[in-house]
């Protein structure tokens, strides 16, 4: 029986604390008496005839016909899919989206299915490398459909096909690929890591257009967002989001949402005493980290993201569901929080978060300082429901290297974003006023994301947006080990040792302030009273 | 004319004298013993008294519960990981593809259902690539069924097979009680089992009618069958072929397969065959051509096009031309049109 994640309070006796940083990690003692730390809860037990568990998914679906009462000879099907920025680390293959798809096609080839397209829905991410798709999809379903052209990645630059269903009553133009659009079925086969994810989101963002995708991807509907991971009403993001899947839902295709969530075994050995609180590690334990990390003190840092993107998590489905959409999706977010939630009472003066190696826009890349503050401020803050760990006003402390380095194939427009916009200004609704069109209509930007695999151009300003709740909520944010003029040009502090760090936050908290670590790994929700 | 008909009295005892010559000094030797008498020789049979015949140890009798023995299972280790690995690898050159289907199962590792594996079979190497490419956690404990009446037919052949390839001898005609029931035993404690279908290497590089051996065990033991589909190593070491000719080969193996609520042996027996050309066709295009033809039944068959002679045997080369492994997945480079 997996243990339910909890609050440690933190005493004399409590042994250092585990943080990530980047590509390392370090062990931190916290102040005894006023600090805690939030851990998660332990993986649940997964599904153990998982094919058994997708076929009964798809013939039993929640608030919809079963799906091979949906396909019929001469129809157009097409199944969009979430691309590779989750789960992080990678799961081990097969992949969950493999043998949803292969048990699509299972169903589809016995009804007689012809004209089936497969489909990554990348939104504005960037286009997914060729072993990329293998992993995800297996080498089965990639030799039979890409060779053919029937298994491609979504282009949201390409205007001749996009379709526009419809608007919301906000003005908000829903705008999707077009072979989606003209569907007799879409199926989407999701994976949800966390709660912000699934629902109508998949297909509004995933299959969406630049224009669409700007609707709510901006700095004022971020900044209104008050978590993306607790009650949807409390995000503007989602409101946005849902208001425009009730736009789909009228106008477009019918829909059959495949969701799938997973339980929390990110690490396999010999890196699973991360995911251990630290007074169960073993001789065994102890010595592996000692090694791990005065090795990867003295590794190159191109070796070490190689060691580190290599890992492939032992992550296992825990459920699958399938039908209509939001009906699908209530019922995702059960599993996911039964994964994920730990009750927290009461916030704190000061949060600290290690930001590791990968965060979803680096797969197989850099996590470039934009990304470090994403990850920081837009996802592990975020990782909230009702009201944030830390305080209005509070110090959040993060720990990462923070070097001056980008991915120059994934990330070009990063690298102009970093040397032209933030020196001008760090406020998202600012920078997007002044810089985002420039970005987004960019020509060589565009043509890099169409043909290459870079983001496109605008999304380091996405990012940098995903941020904009955890910025304005901060008092100060606090950087500790990372490069000092890199943290500066963020607009944070840098801070050598986790004791500055303290030392610095007091000008803000005062001398005796309440700390709150969220160990990560493995992802939690803190439930916050 | 008489006289060339046969040898002459002379010479016949001239023979007779050499043949005095080496037998006295054998006589002088066994003449004690010869007076010694049963029970230092063999004991002579009384008029009138039938003696019941000795029961063989050969063929489907042959006793392989030695060759499972930690001893055995020791040297079997060193032989699969060494001679074997290496003369499959030298010979075939295996593309190992589909154990993911496998993968729910092989994560339980210790509790690992033992399974039934059941492939289509064009040569003897087909056994040692099977060993090769069986994943783990059953390549350990995997036991063969070999024709009683091939391998199992000399002592010494009998014994290599056990050895080298924890073989069963299994009568290829009719799948006997006491073979079913050492294998249910055997799959019990955990063995998992190599057999073939069709009963035999393909005679002509077609494959088979499937007899019912693997659906009957199956159903017996309560064991999953998992169709293999093996390509290219009739090519390699077919029938009939007097020495191997190296080239490379692939075994595809697919999900899982256990008998329905009642289904009888001839049922399930047609489904181990249809997954197993549906795997075929696999091999030789893709996963979505051949689903869709499973789907209407129109995997081309492995046993081949209905005609005989000449014809039957053009397909095949062009098959193998299709199906020369690796080929398919080599796209077709192409280059940008530069007007």
């Known amino acids: ?529 | 004319m008489a006289d060339k008909q046969g040898p002459t009295p002379a010479a016949l005892r001239r023979a007779a004298k050499v043949g005095d010559a080496v037998t006295a000094p054998l006589r002088t030797v066994l003449k004690p013993t010869a007076k010694l008498g049963f029970p230092y020789r063999r004991p002579t049979v009384p008029r009138g008294v039938e003696v019941p015949e000795e029961p063989s140890k050969l063929g489907a009798d042959y006793d392989t519960d030695w060759a499972r023995r930690p001893l055995a299972k020791a040297a079997r280790t060193v032989i699969h990981r060494g001679p074997l690995q290496l003369a499959v690898s030298a010979l075939a050159d295996p593309e190992i593809l589909g154990t993911d289907r496998l993968d729910d199962l092989a994560r339980l590792d210790d509790d690992a259902p033992p399974l039934i594996f059941a492939p289509n079979h064009y040569s003897h190497l087909d056994t040692l690539l099977m060993s090769v490419a069986v994943p783990e956690p059953w390549r350990g404990k995997l036991m063969v069924a070999a024709a009683a009446d091939y391998f199992f037919d000399k002592r010494w052949k009998g014994a290599a097979s056990a050895l080298a390839l924890n073989a069963l001898p299994i009568d290829r005609e009719v799948t006997g009680r006491k073979s079913a029931d050492l294998i249910r035993r055997l799959i019990e404690d955990g063995y998992s089992l190599v057999i073939y279908p069709e009963g035999g290497r393909s005679p002509d590089g077609w494959g088979q009618e499937f007899k019912g051996g693997a659906a009957y065990l199956s159903i017996r033991t309560g064991a999953a069958v998992v169709p293999v589909f093996i390509d290219g190593t009739g090519a390699i070491f077919g029938k009939g072929m007097k020495r191997p000719k190296p080239g490379t080969s692939r075994v595809v193996f697919g999900r899982p397969l256990r008998p329905e609520e009642g289904e009888s042996t001839r049922r399930f027996n047609a489904r181990i065959e249809a997954a197993v050309t549906a795997l075929g066709d696999e091999s030789l295009t893709d996963f979505w051509t051949a689903r869709q033809r499973a789907a209407t039944r129109t995997n081309p068959k492995l046993t081949g096009p209905e005609y005989h002679g000449w014809r039957r045997q053009w397909a095949l080369t062009e098959q193998r031309k299709v199906g020369d492994v690796g080929v398919r997945r080599r796209q077709k480079r192409r280059w940008p049109d530069l007007g």
């Open chain 1, 1 to 529: 029986m997996p243990r339910p994640g909890f609050v440690l309070e933190v005493d004399r006796s409590t042994p250092p604390v585990l943080f990530w940083r980047g590509e390392n990690f370090s062990l931190e003692k916290l102040p005894a008496g006023r600090s805690r730390v939030i851990y998660p809860p332990e993986p649940l037990k997964p599904i153990d005839d998982v094919d058994g568990a997708i076929r009964h998914a798809l013939l039993n679906p929640i608030d919809q016909d079963p799906l091979p009462a949906l396909l019929f000879p001469g129809m157009k099907l097409t199944i969009a899919f979430d691309d590779v920025s989750l789960p992080l680390p990678k799961m081990q293959r097969p992949d969950t989206r493999q043998r949803v798809i292969e048990a699509v096609l299972d169903m589809a080839a016995d009804a007689g299915v012809d004209d089936v397209h497969i489909i990554a829905a990348l939104g504005l991410h960037r286009r997914m490398h060729e072993y990329e798709l293998r992993h995800a999809l297996g080498d089965r379903i990639y030799d039979a459909f890409h060779p053919r052209g029937m298994l491609y990645q979504h282009d949201a630059e390409d205007h001749g096909n996009l379709a526009v269903l419809g608007e919301t009553a906000h003005g908000e133009v829903l705008e999707i690929n077009k072979r989606a659009a003209e569907s007799d079925l879409l199926v989407y086969v999701n994976i949800n890591s966390v709660p912000m994810d699934g629902g109508w989101k998949s297909v509004c963002t995933g299959l969406a257009s630049y224009r669409c995708l700007s609707e709510h991807h901006n700095g004022h509907t971020l900044q209104h967002t008050r978590s993306l991971s607790g009650h949807r009403e409390h995000s503007a993001l989602h409101q946005s989001i849902w208001r425009m899947g009730k736009v789909l839902r009228d106008n477009g295709p019918k829909l059959f949402q495949i969701e799938t969530s997973l339980n929390t075994d990110m690490f396999p050995k010999p890196f699973d005493f991360i995911s251990k609180r630290e007074w169960e590690w073993t001789a065994k334990d102890r010595a592996t980290y000692l090694a791990t990390t005065k090795s990867l003190e003295r590794t190159p840092l191109r070796l070490a993201r190689k060691i580190f993107h290599g890992i492939q998590a032992p992550h296992r489905m825990t459920s699958v569901q399938a039908g209509e959409t939001s009906a699908v999706h209530e019922v995702t977010l059960e599993h996911v929080y039964r994964q994920q939630l730990v009750p927290v009472e009461g916030q704190t003066d000061v949060l600290t978060m290690g930001i590791p190696f990968v965060c979803p826009y680096n797969p197989d890349g850099i996590m470039n300082p934009i990304l470090v503050m994403c990850m920081g401020l837009g996802y592990l803050f975020n990782m909230y429901r009702n009201k944030p760990l830390v305080r209005e006003g509070g110090v959040i402390i993060l720990t990462h290297p923070t070097y001056r380095e980008f991915h120059p194939v994934h990330h070009p427009s990063y690298i102009d974003f970093f040397e032209q916009v933030l020196p001008d200004t760090t406020d998202p609704v600012v920078m997007g006023q002044k810089w985002e069109k420039q970005y987004a209509e960019d020509e060589w930007y565009r043509h890099l994301y169409r043909t290459g695999n870079a983001y496109h151009g605008v999304h380091p300003f996405y990012a940098w947006y995903w941020g904009a709740h955890g910025q304005q909520w901060a008092g100060k944010v606090i950087i500790v080990g990372g490069d000092a003029p890199t943290v500066r040009r963020l607009g944070f502090t840098p801070a050598s040792t986790m004791d500055d760090a303290f030392e610095i936050a007091s000008d803000v908290v005062g001398r005796s302030p309440t700390v709150t670590h969220l160990h990560v790994p493995a992802l939690l929700v803190a439930d916050v009273s």
